[in-house]
């Protein structure tokens, strides 16, 4: 024996012997043989005896051996000799089991610390145990040990702390009402929302993304013990699985992300008879709406056209770079390349000439073209350099010029500007022809016009961007026209074309030249 204290007797079909103990476990005995075996708890191995405090034995109709002990039953199989357990986590109201009987339709009756257990092993797993307790009658949630017996009418008797408890087991009928579920109470933020309807009727309920904190409250309709009554619930689209939450009638949810869901509620009678079909509504949570499909779309179209913009801008751009890069070629071979001919020929005729008159002249003649060209090239440097983009530098260059050319010969020049952003950047193309322009009218007047004053007139006003240039010399003969008109005045007014805008020369007292176009912004 493993322990002379002995708790409680059984017998097998085998008629070995089963004898439990208060602290040795349990031991069988073969009266074929005189020997003992002991069976007892190994925490090292889960199919052993759950604790070798042995309280009860009871030899089912199958052939199975069942055991209550302080920490659990536990199921044996002879055949495996194998120790099943089972405790609260399976169903039993209380791990300590006083006493076990079984009736004639095949379930154990437990008495333990915490009511009375009906257990049938045929069941599913979470269905194998149903609890009574005093509201259901006991004297008492805690029984003793070795106050049990099944007496000869096939009444079963339990003692506990309070007295006696008697009943036949066939005659314990469980409720066999399925319970109406419905929903009692919907709450945002802990406070019961207003609704349009009762929330019972209610199908959808719709709600902002701010508002991701809520909760329902719901009810078994079956009044037979109502504090009994078992809810699992869970919300579709989001929970992976029923959340089953005993007899707590009510479920909370944070942070939800926008989208569908369908809240689903089951519950249960006091005897564990389940509505499956329950109750539901659908929960809509409206996105923010730079999450919604209209926003992403035009998002979309606008990220698009954003980059259409930048690309029409970046090829504009290249289209801009390659019409400058044309006239400066263009210029180049118009102006320097012609002005360095008439260098070379004259550079020729000095090579061949012997009339020091001749040489003379051609060295003049170099000495001027060769200024001019440092003039047309520092122009042409000028006008691509981007440190001179806006209007203002434009202004100061065409003065400075004008100051250079026309001091020599004592003309005065007055400059008026008004309406003007001279921080306004421009084009190179707008500075460039705007100020040959320029320099072309100043040019003619020093050549030509013999003036004593210049007057030039710069401004925006009424959509219109003008600039005016008048001096007050003889004007020109019909010849001098003829001249200008042949070349320079072609040029002129070919470079306000390429600027949109329009040229005009008149003869009043003096000669004006004036271009106008769409106003500089």
Known sequence: MSDNNVACFGED???????????????R?????????????????????????????????????WFGTAQGLNKFDPRTEAFTRYDEKDGLPNAFIYSILGDDEGNLWLSSNNGLSKCNDRLPAGRKFKNYDVTDGLQSNEFNVGAYHRGRSGAFYFGGINGLNRFFPGEVRENPHAPPIVLTAFKKFNETAALDSALAEIKTLRLSYRENFFSFDFAALDYTQPEKNQYAYMMAGFDPDWIHAGTRRYA?????????????????????????????????????????????????????????????????RLLEMERLRVRIASDLHDDIGATLTKISLHSELIEESNEPGEIRESLRKIGAMSRELVTTMSDIVWSIDARNDTLGNLIDRMRDFATSVLSVRATQIDFNCAGLDMQKKLPVDFRQNIYLIFKEAINNIAKHAEAARVDVQIKNANGHFNMSIRDDGKGWRE???????????????????????????????????????????
């Open 252 to 316: 909370g949810y944070t942070n939800l992300d926008p989208g569908a869901y369908v809240f689903k509620v089951k519950g249960a009678n006091n005897d564990g008879v389940w509505n499956e079909t329950g109750a539901a509504v659908k929960i809509i949570i409206t996105p923010p709406f730079w999450k919604t499909w209209w926003f992403r779309v035009l998002a979309a179209a606008a990220i698009i056209g954003l980059l259409g913009l930048i690309y029409r801008y970046r090829v504009g």
């Open 29 to 65: 005995f073969d009266p074929r043989t005189g020997q003992f075996t002991r069976l007892q708890h190994d925490p090292q191995n889960a199919n052993s005896l759950s604790h070798n405090s042995v309280t009860s034995i009871y030899a089912d109709r199958d052939g199975l051996l």
């Open 13 to 27: 079909r085998k008629g070995n012997l089963w004898i439990g103990t208060y602290l040795g476990g349990v031991n």
């Open 479 to 521: 010849h001098e026209y003829a001249k200008l008109t042949g070349h320079g005045l072609r040029n002129m007014k070919m470079r306000a074309a390429r600027i949109g805008g329009d040229l005009n020369i008149s003869q009043n007292g003096g000669c004006t030249v004036s271009l106008t176009m769409a106003a500089v912004r």
